[in-house]
């Protein structure tokens, strides 16, 4: 069993800042790629931030030079920084982690809770 646990949502200001974290436990052999996305009210959930195992990183068009993802292989952590927010980044954001252990020797994608982020004055 693995679990996935978020932290970090909650209401910020235009301009504002916000950090997000997941952290997993359980059966861990280990960490592969990772990433964030978000799911806005009656849309389709999209990719915002990915990073391999390499450290590797890609942005959606929409948050480059605003967001930052990172990991810490040694907690079984992925974090997204969230600078300058903007009322468009207001969603419900998932985190994404492949996970390597004796059930699934080729990885398979856990996904965590969503956490609301709301950007509003």
């Known amino acids: 069993q693995v679990q996935v646990v978020p932290s970090g949502g909650g209401l910020v200001q235009p301009g504002g800042s916000l950090r997000l974290s997941c952290a997993a436990s359980g059966s861990i052999l280990g960490l592969n790629a990772m990433g964030w996305y978000r799911q806005h009210p009656g849309e389709e959930r999209e990719l915002v931030a990915t990073i391999s195992r390499s450290g590797s990183v890609n942005y959606a068009d929409s948050v480059k030079g605003r967001f930052t993802i990172s990991r810490d292989n040694a907690k079984n952590m992925v974090s997204l920084q969230m600078n300058s927010l903007k009322p468009e980044d207001t969603a419900v954001y998932y985190c994404?982690?492949?996970?390597?252990?004796?059930?699934?020797?080729?990885?398979?994608?856990?996904w965590g809770r969503g956490t609301q982020v709301t950007v509003s004055s």
């Open positions: 994404k982690m492949t996970i390597t252990n004796y059930y699934y020797p080729s990885g398979y994608d856990y």
